[in-house]
């Protein structure tokens, strides 16, 4: 089955610690990007990738990392997690970037606490 | 990218048709309009998108005028499982390279 899988759905740790939330896609899409989603800001863009070794920030990348060594793989990295980076995360990608002939496929989300 | 505008919520009856508005009336000739929904908390899914023409797929018709300056979902036969918050994008061919998500509208079905 086509899919776009997080791991974990759920996550709480405390501030200062490292963490990585993985994110692997099987339909060999090119495009990869990594979601954030705060009650009253909608959903923003942390982090994309238009394919291996190449990526670039979203509109909030502050306190994020990310790396993509393989086409299917597109881990979320915090280095020193804060509270305000409590959120529900979705990683999601595209066969392409145009979008138009390739819809975004979300994955079903990591719910990260960070106390 | 052109905003667009939802209303915040609507209702429907189970079975009936679901007609979502939403309106972009500063959209240009290049860009598609996308519709997106959320399930509770679940990931976005992708509904159906068009650029000028009405589309149909097996969840949805997308209903465009012909200014183009608004459009319509309609879900045909709504199920209580259709009940989530529905996203209309409107974005550029080779804009910026993510989708920008607004509010949208949450909608309920009621049985």
């Known amino acids: 089955e086509a899919q776009v899988t997080q791991n974990p759905r759920y996550l709480i740790t405390v501030t200062g610690k490292k963490l990585t939330v993985t994110c692997s896609q099987n339909?060999?899409?090119?495009?990869m990007s990594w979601y954030r989603q705060d009650p009253g800001l909608g959903l923003r863009q942390i982090y994309y990738?238009?394919?291996?070794?190449?990526?670039d920030k979203g509109d909030v990348p502050e306190g994020y990392k990310v790396s993509r060594k393989e086409k299917r793989n597109f881990p979320l990295i915090l280095e020193s997690p804060s509270p305000n980076q409590t959120s529900l995360y979705f990683c999601?990608?595209?066969?392409?970037?145009?979008?138009?002939?390739?819809?975004?496929?979300f994955g079903n989300g990591t719910r990260l606490t960070v106390t | 990218d052109a905003k667009t505008t939802q209303p915040p919520s609507m209702d429907c009856a189970e079975g009936r048709a679901a007609n979502l508005p939403c309106n972009h009336s500063?959209?240009?000739?290049?860009?598609?309009v996308y519709w997106y929904r959320q399930i509770h908390s679940q990931g976005p899914q992708y509904i159906i998108h068009?650029?000028?023409n009405n589309e149909t797929n097996e969840m949805a018709s997308l209903i465009i005028t012909e200014d183009r300056k608004s459009s319509t979902l309609i879900l045909p036969h709504a199920t209580l499982r259709d009940t989530a918050v529905y996203y209309c994008?409107?974005?550029?061919?080779?804009?910026?390279?993510?989708?920008?998500f607004g509010q949208g509208t949450r909608l309920t079905i009621n049985p």
């Open positions: 339909m060999n899409h090119e495009y």
């Open positions: 500063t959209i240009s000739g290049n860009e598609y």
């Open positions: 994008i409107v974005r550029v061919i080779q804009g910026a390279q993510k989708l920008v």
């Open positions: 068009g650029l000028k």
């Open positions: 990738s238009m394919n291996v070794e190449v990526t």
């Open positions: 999601a990608s595209s066969l392409s970037t145009g979008f138009y002939n390739s819809p975004l496929h």
